[in-house]
C-alpha cells in the first residue's frame, strides 16, 4: 500500500518545496517594502482615529478638550515584530498564484487533458477572486467596521490601540474575506470533479445560508453590521457558484421514476401535514 502511495507523497513534497520556496522568497522583498505596506494596513484605522478625534467632550470645570486617539506598542521590538507580520501577510498574497498553480499542478494527473488545460483559468479566477475579497473587506467593511468599534464608547475612553492585535486583527479579516470570495472556484473545481451538481447546490442552499452566517460570525468583528457585509456577498457567490456548476456539470433531467417519486413524497407530505 505505502508504494502506492509513495509516488504521491514524492509530488505532493516537490509542490509544497515549490509553495514554501515562493513564500521564502516573497517574504524578503515584502519586507523591503513593509513599511509602504504596514502605511496601507493602518490607513483605515487612522481614518476611524481621526474621527474620534473630531469629537470633544466637557470635563466637570466646564472645559472641553478632544479625544486623542493613537497607535501604540507594548512590547520591546514590537515595531520589528510587526515588520515580520506585515511582510509574511503580504508574501501570502504575492505568492497566491504560485501555490495555486503547485495545487493545479498536483491534482492534474486524476485530470482529463481538457481538465489539465484549465490550469491558467483555476490560478488566475483564485488569485483574482483573493483579491476581490481582500480589496472588498479593505474598502467597504473595514470603514464601516473600525468606524464603529473604535467610535463607540469613545467619550468614555481614549482609544489606544495595540499594533500587534490590530495587525492580527486586519490580517484575520483580510484572509477571511479573500477565502471566502474563492466558493466560485471551490465550486467550480468541485463540479469538474463531478463531485457537485446544479441540482444538489440548490437543495442546499438553506443549508449553505445558515452556514454562511455562522462563518461570517467568526471572521469578522463582533457587530452585526459587519458580519451582513460578510455573509450578504457570499449568498450572493453561492448564487453565482450555482450558475458555474450548471455551466460545468449540470444536473441530469429526472427520470419518470423519479417525478413519480418526487410527487409522491409531497402529496405524503401534503397528507401528513
Known sequence: MFDDIKPHLVELRKRLGISVASL????????????????WMVEPLNTAL?????????AADGTNYA???KVTTSQIGGAFFVALKVSFFAAILGALPIILSQIWMFIAPALYANEKKMIIPFVLGGTFMFAVGVL?????????????????GSFKFTPLINIEDYVGFFTKIMFGFGIAFEL????????????????????????AVIIIFIVAAMLTPPDVLT?????GPLVI????SILIVRMVNPAPPYEEEDID?????QRAQINKS
Request: net charge negative.
Open 237 to 240: 457567490l453561492y448564487g453565482f
Open 24 to 39: 521564502f522568497v516573497m517574504f524578503f522583498v515584502m519586507f523591503y517594502f513593509h513599511e509602504a505596506i504596514l502605511s
Open 50 to 58: 481621526a474621527e474620534v478625534g473630531k469629537k470633544s467632550v466637557e
Open 261 to 265: 417519486d418526487v410527487e409522491e413524497a
Open 227 to 231: 458580519q451582513l457585509l460578510m455573509a
Open 136 to 152: 472588498f473587506a479593505y474598502y467597504i467593511v473595514t470603514p464601516f467596521g473600525f468606524d464603529f468599534l473604535i467610535t463607540f
Open 67 to 69: 479625544i486623542d486617539g
Open 184 to 207: 466560485p472556484i471551490f465550486a467550480y473545481f468541485l463540479a469538474l470533479l463531478g463531485l457537485v451538481d446544479d441540482r444538489q447546490m440548490k437543495d442546499f442552499f438553506k443549508y
